[in-house]
Every structure is written in C-alpha cells, then in structure tokens.
C-alpha cells in the first residue's frame, strides 16, 4: 500500500504529521501533496523534515511535470487521502475545480478519494458543504468523520479531524 496524503490548510493540519508518523511506524509509503495555503500554519521546512522527503505543492514545478507529476502522484499511489480536507477544497473537487496540484491530482485520479473533514460546526452543517459531500458519496468517493468533540475555535460539535490511526485502519 502507497498513499498519497494531501494536506489542506485546516487549523488541523498539524495531525498530519501523525498521520506521516503513523504511516513511518508501520511501514506504509507515502507521497504527500499540500496546498499553499497549509503553510500559512506550518512550515514546509517542519513538514519535509518530518516527510524525510519532498512534498509537492506546485502544479507548474518545471522538474516535476517534465515528467506529468500531477498524474504519477494519482498514480502511483493506491489509496489518496485528504487530510484534513477543508470545506474549500471538498466543495471546489465536488465542482470539478483544478486550479492547484492537489486538486488537479484529484481531478485526475482513477480512485475513490478518502476525506477526512475538519471545520468549524457550522461549516459542516452548512446546507452547501453537505450537498457537496452528499453528491460526492453518491459517486463513490469516502469519508471518514468528522468527529463529535471540542473544536479549535472553542466550540462544541460536528467537525473535528478523525484521528490518524482511525484512518489507516479505514484504510486497510
Ligand atoms: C486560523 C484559521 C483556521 C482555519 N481552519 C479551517 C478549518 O479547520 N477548516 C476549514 O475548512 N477551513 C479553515 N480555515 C479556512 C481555510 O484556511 C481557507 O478556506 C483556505 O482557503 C483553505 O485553502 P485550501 O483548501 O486550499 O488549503 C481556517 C482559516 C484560518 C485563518
């Protein structure tokens, strides 16, 4: 099993360096996507350290579209992951938008895509963001939570990011 993690900027992104951690202890592969705005809150430097490789966020890297990176990366990899998807980028893929690496990626992909959601309470609710989520389970894509719990912003309720060991087990 390969993943392809791809990170978005939710104030929940720092799980996924458990998530990578988590994959390291058990062996699993990974490539890793993240998104420009992931690094309004954490480094790239924090982020490829932990990775112990590249992580891709730009769609017009000459070096890595010599080689059509965006379609290898949905390629090679066996299972792709968002985490933690925003609502940003769960309504922009349900609409077919791919004006970054990650979701032309997605775009691209000939598998069903796992999210796991993180936002505020209301976010999740909101009538739009559950359409988009109700049209992409109707074609196949996944999603595991989000969770019950306390949320970053202080309040209580659907939203929070799933844990990484709850996803590698959704995973396998
Ligand atoms: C402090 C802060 C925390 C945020 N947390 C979330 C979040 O948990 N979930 C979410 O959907 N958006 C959150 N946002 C909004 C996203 O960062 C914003 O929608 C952004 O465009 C997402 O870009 P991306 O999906 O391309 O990474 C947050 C914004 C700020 C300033």
Redesign the pocket.
Known sequence: MKILII??????CYKSLDLIRECQKKSIDYDVIA????F??ISRLLLETICNKQVYSELFDLDMEKKIGHIKLARDNSNIIVY???????S?FANGFCN?L?LTCMIAANKPIYFA????KE?WANPIIQNNVDYLKKIGHQFIGPDDGSL??GEYGS?R?VDPGEVLNQLK
């Open positions: 990170i978005t900027g939710s104030v929940g998104t420009k705005n992931t309004e809150f933690p998807a925003t609502a940003n980028i769960i922009k970054d990650a959601p993180a936002m505020n976010m970053a912003c939203g990011l």
